[in-house]
């Protein structure tokens, strides 16, 4: 019973400390040039998710296509063409695979909604 008991703890705060990674990783990283649902110099982070929602909205796809181009962005892999024209191209940011799987994990997640 204790250990049925540890074990729901350990599983919990792991998960809570994933959620919070991911929220620590975004909120340090990303809203630089992504507010939450603002389009300021890049488009807002409701309308991202909404597009990448769009096309995967199994988590895993979601989570694995978006890192993979915020790893390496480029115009003919991206969704959204026009955000591209109005803000140019993202930059090719040097975050391990691991971070980028954290953060878009916490992006599918969240609703940016104010």
């Not at 982070?45 to 979601?62: G, H, P, Q, T």
Request: aromatic residues 12%; negative net charge; glycine residues 2%.
């Amino acid at each position: 019973m204790l250990v049925n008991k540890l074990f729901l703890i350990v599983t919990i705060s792991t998960s809570i400390f994933a959620t919070n990674w991911g929220s620590l990783l975004f909120n340090g990283n990303c809203t630089t040039c992504h507010h939450p649902t603002k389009s300021i110099s890049a488009p807002a982070m409701a309308e991202v998710r909404k597009n990448y929602l769009n096309a995967f909205s199994k988590k895993e796809d979601f989570v694995k296509y978006m890192s993979n181009w915020v790893r390496k962005p480029s115009e003919e892999t991206s969704l959204m063409h026009e955000a591209i024209k109005k803000y140019s191209l993202m930059p090719e940011l040097a975050f391990e695979m691991e971070t980028l799987q954290d953060i878009t994990s916490y992006i599918y997640d969240t609703d940016f909604i104010e």
